[in-house]
């Protein structure tokens, strides 16, 4: 059984950074394909960044140049880099895990960008 657990979030000031972790717990990470999401009230989730077990990255457009996702898989991570962040950008963020017919998501981790 997969479990995911994220951590990094906070309360941050448009134009500063964050960084956030997924930290993976079960077998085969290196299968799934690994991607953050965000969510905001009365929204459906939608994919912010996704890295394939070839290594293929994906960003939504709205964050490119600004985040970088990365996997660590000795250490079954999955680190999001948030740069230049801006008040659009809050919102829950979920880690997700994706292979075959499976699919797991972590509780979320809130990021809230205010001045």
């Known amino acids: 059984q997969v479990q995911l657990v994220e951590s990094g979030g906070g309360l941050v000031q448009p134009g500063e950074s964050l960084r956030l972790t997924c930290s993976f717990s079960g077998d085969a990470f290196w299968l799934y394909e690994m991607g953050w999401y965000r969510q905001t009230p009365g929204q459906e989730r939608e994919l912010v960044a996704a890295v394939t077990r070839f290594d293929t990255i994906k960003y939504a457009d709205s964050v490119l140049g600004r985040f970088t996702i990365s996997r660590d898989i000795s250490e079954r991570t999955v680190l999001l880099q948030m740069t230049n962040l801006q008040p659009d950008d809050t919102g829950v963020y979920y880690c997700?895990?994706?292979?075959?017919?499976?699919?797991?998501w972590g509780q979320g981790t809130q990021v809230t960008v205010s001045s």
């Open positions: 997700n895990a994706d292979f075959s017919s499976e699919s797991y």
